[in-house]
């Protein structure tokens, strides 16, 4: 028998037999204590301070790790913050915390787990529903209906590609302070009066509207005066034009996560007059943010484009610039006035991790974003609550000269005293200079081998005061110039291929329409420098995938049936590797303004690293990009430059468990 799942990566569909699929359907059956804090010299790679799947312990000692993905949200209620994920490529996972650093896994919320339940979004609904919270969620071995799009000649079912059957949860006790135990609705599939065509997946989170409810999913507004949330009214404009077009369109995700603008990071007041933002809304991986105007009235959204080289879109905040996808967001009433997000820190290590684990998977850091007004924009930084989980200060160092022929290797950071650390670095001298110079850290590094480890590299311009941010493997101790990178011949338009990373945003176009549409919009954008062309699935359009940079680890196309991509400009480009030196990246320029301090922090722990270059101003997630696992002792932290004249200051501290004893119950006491 064969049944499909979703790959993330373009949620394209993967078929595999069912005992495939029975090896991914996990159960929080523990064959011993759970242990969510390994010691580093047994499982190098396992997170301590990130959030992991659920760890079990068998009797031979070695380790049963859960595989996790996708973020769903982040939510508050009477005094505890949960943050909702994907587990096992087939059901909702579920964490709690009361301080935002120690934190406790509990049962999936919708049991029973072996029918599938992902995606989706959880709606607090404004903590005053007597019924509490409501999740609605995708899933594919629900209740079809007999249309010809979901069955096969034959009759029997098929998977609706992106087409999904969303279906409705609610708690079984609204009065239960954890949110533990959900029910799927008895009369599921949620219902669109016109017809399943009207579907989508991805819903966002609900929100009452006067006498009605809205959500947004895939660009589309969905409206219900039905308090069960059974029947939806799909509510696009003349000729389809949905409620996202002014933003760019409606495409994969777009509108899952929309909140009111978060507070500013220096207490004054939020922009203000007519045209004001007051809500932030995804229109990509969780991640990127346009500033509009939401009208309760028309239920339109109007995008800001006061700030300077705003487009006519909106304003963007890209929030993320490393490899982490598929982000979960709140704010406003849903998560304590807080703006928050989490993600899934890609790459995933597949291969042997540490004794029993072979398939590696963890979230990024929690994060939390602000309104910066010197830049008109959002920061992202980690919760400040982490700054808690500091342990022993591991260095202390200032004004360190850093010199172009070797790193600055920073004392008491080797044999595994930094698997698990806050760094901090003050990068100054870069001001007086003229031409453009690279500098940055590598971490998780090893003593004897300059190419272990994740680096962060930020490229400065001080002529035009910004600065671009990579994120690569580690650079040779010898040199900042990378091991040798592979490369790519691009043309303007290439069949049957995909550029997999980078996108900057996605627009959609009617069905039928042909790829050039796409290569005239990337030639448009200034930011673009590629793009990706392809149908979404059996009923939708046409989709365009703007790409920014394509030089970078993953950067180089790739073979993929049906899709056409292109590069802005044709010629053979640096893609198995970050160049040496890479320009910054316009789409993402880091605004220096009139500082002369660049500040880099870096939370290396065991596998993954979370940086946030100036503030915020630049966040990214890495996974280890190694292909063989990390070593106990390779902890290293060393700081490099391309150039003489650059000075750092430094500052490192060990961290803490970020987990409660035990890190699993299905009693929570909190």
């Known amino acids: 028998e064969e049944v499909r799942v979703m790959n993330s990566a373009h949620r394209t569909m993967l078929r595999l037999s069912t005992a495939a699929l029975a090896s991914l359907t996990c159960f929080h059956a523990a064959a011993g204590d759970p242990l969510a804090c390994q010691p580093n010299a047994e499982q190098p790679m396992l997170p301590t301070f990130h959030l992991i ?8 000692g070695s380790l049963k790790l859960e595989p996790i993905n996708d973020a769903s949200g982040v939510t508050y209620l009477n005094g505890i ?58 899933a594919q071995d629900g209740k079809l209906s007999h249309d010809e799009k979901y069955h096969g000649t034959d009759g029997a079912p098929r998977a609706p590609l992106d087409r999904p059957i969303l279906g409705v ?52 507004l969905f409206s219900s005066a039905d308090n069960t949330f059974r029947t939806w009214t799909r509510k696009d404009g003349p000729g389809g034009k949905n409620v996202m077009a002014p933003l760019g ?10 909140m009111p603008l978060p507070e500013t990071v220096d207490g004054s007041p939020l922009p203000s007059g007519p045209t004001a933002p007051n809500v932030l809304i995804n229109t990509a991986g969780g991640n990127r943010y346009v500033f509009a105007t939401w009208d309760s009235t028309t239920e339109t959204l109007t995008p800001w484009t006061a700030p300077k080289g705003a487009p006519s879109t909106g304003q963007v905040a890209n929030l993320e610039g490393a490899h982490a996808s598929w982000w979960g967001a709140s704010g406003g009433s849903d998560n304590n006035g807080r703006m928050m997000m989490i993600g899934w820190a890609t790459p995933d290590f597949k291969g042997p991790a540490g004794p029993g684990i072979d398939f590696l998977t963890r979230l990024t850091l929690l994060r939390e974003a602000k309104y910066d007004p010197e830049i008109e924009n959002l920061v992202a930084t980690p919760v400040p609550e982490l700054y808690g989980l500091r342990g022993a200060s591991l260095a202390s160092a200032s004004a360190v000269p850093l010199h172009s022929a070797a790193p600055y290797v920073v004392p008491g950071t080797d044999g595994g005293a930094a698997a698990s650390a806050d760094i901090e670095l003050n990068f100054t001298g870069w001001a007086s200079m003229t031409t453009p110079v690279t500098f940055g850290v590598c971490v998780l590094g090893s003593a004897t081998d300059g190419t272990v480890g994740i680096g ?8 035009a005061k910004t600065a671009g941010v990579s994120a690569k493997s580690c650079p040779p101790l010898s040199s900042q110039d990378e091991a040798p990178h592979g490369s790519a011949n ?48 059996p009923d939708n359009g046409m989709s365009c995938c703007i790409k920014g940079p394509i030089s970078g680890a993953d950067g180089c196309p790739v073979p993929a049936s049906g899709m056409w991509s292109g590069a802005k400009t044709a010629g053979t480009v640096s893609c198995g590797g970050s160049p040496p030196h890479p320009p910054p990246p316009p789409a993402n320029a880091v605004q220096l303004l009139n500082a002369t301090t660049v500040t880099l922090r ?14 915020g101003r630049w966040a990214g997630t890495t996974s280890w990009l190694g292909k063989t696992a990390r070593q106990p002792s390779a902890s290293r932290v060393s700081v490099f430059s391309s150039a003489d004249g650059i000075s750092v200051d430094v500052g490192g501290w060990g961290m803490g468990c970020g987990w409660l004893t035990p890190s699993y119950t299905d009693n929570p006491t909190l």
């Open 249 to 258: 369109g409606g495409h994969e995700n777009s509108g899952q996560w929309m």
């Open 53 to 60: 799947g659920n760890v079990t312990k068998n009797s031979d």
């Open 169 to 220: 949860a609610r708690l079984d006790d609204p009065a239960d302070k954890y949110l533990l135990k959900w029910h799927r609705e008895a009369w599921n599939p949620v219902n669109f009066t016109q017809g399943p065509s009207a579907g989508i997946a991805f819903p966002g989170p609900i929100f009452k509207n006067g006498d009605h409810y809205d959500f947004i999913g895939q660009g589309s």
């Open 456 to 463: 962060f590299a930020v490229t400065v311009d001080p002529v």
């Open 81 to 138: 913050y949960h943050v909702w994920h994907q587990c096992c490529q087939n059901h909702w996972d579920h964490a709690i915390s009361r301080d935002l650093i120690h934190w406790q896994r509990l049962p999936p919320p919708i049991q029973p787990v072996t029918l599938k339940t992902w995606d989706g979004s959880i709606s607090m609904l404004g903590n005053s529903d007597p019924n509490g919270p409501v999740i609605i969620y995708d």
């Open 490 to 537: 691009v043309t303007r338009m290439m069949n049957n291929t995909n550029f997999p990373h980078g996108d900057i945003f996605d627009h959609e176009f009617p069905a039928g329409t042909g790829p050039t549409a796409c290569q005239a919009l990337c030639d448009q954008t200034a930011a673009c420098q590629a793009w990706t062309f392809l149908k979404r699935g």
């Open 602 to 615: 870096v939370l290396p722990d065991r596998s993954v690293a979370d940086a946030f270059v100036q503030g």
